[in-house]
């Protein structure tokens, strides 16, 4: 939906808003910063402050583009052109980032010591992308999927992607001598070592996305099913309300979002050729499907929430 009624909707909710760039736009912001003027004078400048607009991802898995265009030579020149083009608005509290699958960028979830980022896209890509989220003070977005980890390794106890307390449900790095009681934090730990390897492990870290499906899918999802996606959901809320962090770092992630409010025709960002799986909290005609509480009382994070489309706003140019 390209109508900027949306943002205006949450005017005075502190409703924080996430913005996002299309992929196909990426090759006009980086070119023509009069362009990236553009976008923001109809999606960001009547609105904001009004509308709490926290930051702009410019573009979503662009590693797993499967478009017959490659967009990464546009990916920093575009980000550079937005952030440029917010200053010289006068908006300089709007972070510029972009969204990365942990599944297209980091090579291992185990052991998380021995993670580093995949060739030759690191180097290329993220690091350069990495030097500009520390020079802006942005975080780096990352889709973190332990379902999907779990579909493609079976030696992973399905209790252990769903934060079950079960008898010798855990993981030990043998090069840390850590112990991991939960697949998220493995997969977590992955990519701050993976920033840390590179120099930037000061830079936050914010998963953009984060779920459990509830059904739908391909044949044999059994997992796939509303009981499984509530554990996943309530574990996932009781490790961050916990405030411990991850292993490698007393205070977490930055931040966290749960994919999805609302059932939508389509799969996920990490696995476009899945096609019916169902991440909603609610049905697509707003029945609850289970009680999960999201958002209050969580310590040491700093914010939980949910990706629906009137939180992760995908926007094209008229």
Do not use: C
Not at 94 to 116: G, K, R
Not at 193 to 222: D, H, L, N, Q, R
Request: aromatic residues 12%; proline residues 6%.
């Amino acid at each position: 939906d390209a109508d900027p009624s949306l943002i205006k909707a949450f005017a005075f909710t502190n409703t924080s808003l996430f913005l996002s760039i299309p992929n196909p736009l990426l090759p006009a912001v980086a070119a023509n910063r009069s362009l990236a003027l553009r976008w923001l004078y109809r999606h960001v400048l009547p609105f904001y402050p009004r509308s709490k607009i926290t930051l702009i991802s410019v573009g979503n898995a662009v590693l797993d583009s499967v478009a017959e265009q490659d967009f990464t030579p546009y990916l920093l020149p575009a980000m550079r052109n937005l952030h440029l083009a917010l200053h010289e608005l006068g908006i300089k509290k709007i972070p510029v980032s972009t969204t990365f699958s942990f599944f297209s960028t980091i090579t291992t979830a185990f052991p998380p010591s021995s993670a580093e980022f995949q060739q030759p896209a690191g180097d290329l890509i993220i690091k350069p992308l990495l030097q500009f989220l520390e020079e802006t003070n942005s975080s780096f977005l990352i889709n973190l999927y332990p379902y999907n980890l779990y579909r493609l390794n079976s030696e992973i106890p399905v209790g252990f992607a769903l934060f079950q307390d079960y008898p010798f449900n855990f993981r030990d790095d043998l090069v840390t001598g850590v112990r991991y009681f939960n697949l998220f934090d493995m997969m977590a730990d992955s990519v701050l070592t993976a920033m840390a390897v590179m120099g930037y492990e000061s830079v936050p870290v914010i998963v953009a996305e984060t779920g459990w499906p509830s059904g739908g899918g391909e044949a044999g999802e059994v997992e796939a099913n509303e009981a499984y996606a509530e554990m996943y959901l309530k574990g996932l809320v009781r490790h961050l309300k916990s405030g411990v962090g991850t292993p490698l770092k007393k205070d977490g992630v930055a931040e966290v979002y749960v994919y999805e409010l609302m059932d939508h025709e389509g799969g996920n960002n990490d696995n476009n050729k899945v096609k019916g799986r169902k991440w909603g909290i609610l049905t697509e005609n707003m029945t609850r499907k289970f009680n999960v509480e999201i958002s209050s009382g969580v310590k040491n994070y700093g914010s939980m929430g949910i990706f629906l489309f009137l939180v992760a706003i995908f926007y094209a140019f008229p």
